[in-house]
Structures are given as structure tokens and as C-alpha cells.
């Protein structure tokens, strides 16, 4: 059984940075990803790595501003979040894919997720 926890949230003003991370253990993951949820809001992918880091994928809304990276050694992965606007306000959730391959931008198919960490950004 793969557990997930997350940490780094918290509250920033307009263009700050935070770093969130997502360890993981009982069990060896693959793709990983972030995904996120507002208050009154659907959950949607922020960003996902696969196993080898060589296919990333980011949601348009964050391109040149977050950053997706992994330690396999650390069995963790990380979350830097530059630029920061007040729409990236929401609960952050790490999600680990038990499959090879590209990450994918549904929630469905990811077999755990983290408890969820807030990350809050004023104006």
C-alpha cells in the first residue's frame, strides 16, 4: 500500500514561490503528478512526471511558472510553484500512477493520493 504526503503549503503574497513535496512509501510509484482544488471547484492537473523524468506535462495555466521534479533515490517529488497568483489558491494534491509511461492530466487513472496540502495566495 502506497502512502503519499505532501508538505511546503502555505500562504504568499502575489508573485512569490513555494516548493511543495510529495514523499512516498510502502510501495515504488511511477508517473506522478499534482493536481489541485478551489473552493467550489472540480480538481484539475497542475503537472505530472513520469518515471524516468522524461515526459513532463504541465496544465496551460501554469507553463513558465511551476516546475515539476522527482528523486527516485528520495521516493519524492516536488512542486516549484514561481509567479504565484491569487487563481492557484486551492488544495494541492500529490497522486501516484502505478503504471509506466507518460503522465496523464485525468484523475481517474492514478491509484493513490496525498492528504493534500493549502497552498493560499493573496493579492
Known amino acids: 500500500q502506497v502512502q503519499l504526503v505532501e508538505s511546503g503549503g502555505g500562504s504568499v503574497q502575489t508573485g512569490g514561490s513555494l516548493r511543495l513535496s510529495c514523499a512516498a512509501s510502502?510501495?515504488?510509484?511511477?508517473?506522478m503528478a499534482w493536481f489541485r482544488q478551489a473552493p467550489g471547484k472540480e480538481r484539475e492537473f497542475v503537472a505530472g512526471?513520469?518515471?524516468?523524468?522524461?515526459?513532463?506535462k504541465y496544465a496551460d495555466s501554469v507553463k513558465g511558472r511551476f516546475t515539476i521534479s522527482r528523486d527516485n533515490a528520495k521516493k519524492t517529488v516536488y512542486l516549484q510553484m514561481n509567479s504565484l497568483k491569487p487563481e492557484d489558491t486551492a488544495v494541492y494534491y500529490c497522486?501516484?500512477?502505478?503504471?509506466?509511461?507518460?503522465?496523464?492530466?485525468?484523475?481517474?487513472?492514478?491509484?493513490?493520493w496525498g492528504q493534500g496540502t493549502q497552498v493560499t495566495v493573496s493579492s
Open positions: 497522486a501516484a500512477d502505478l503504471t509506466f509511461g507518460a503522465p496523464r492530466t485525468e484523475a481517474a487513472p492514478y491509484d493513490y
Open positions: 512526471m513520469s518515471w524516468s523524468g522524461g515526459s513532463t
Open positions: 510502502g510501495g515504488t510509484t511511477y508517473a
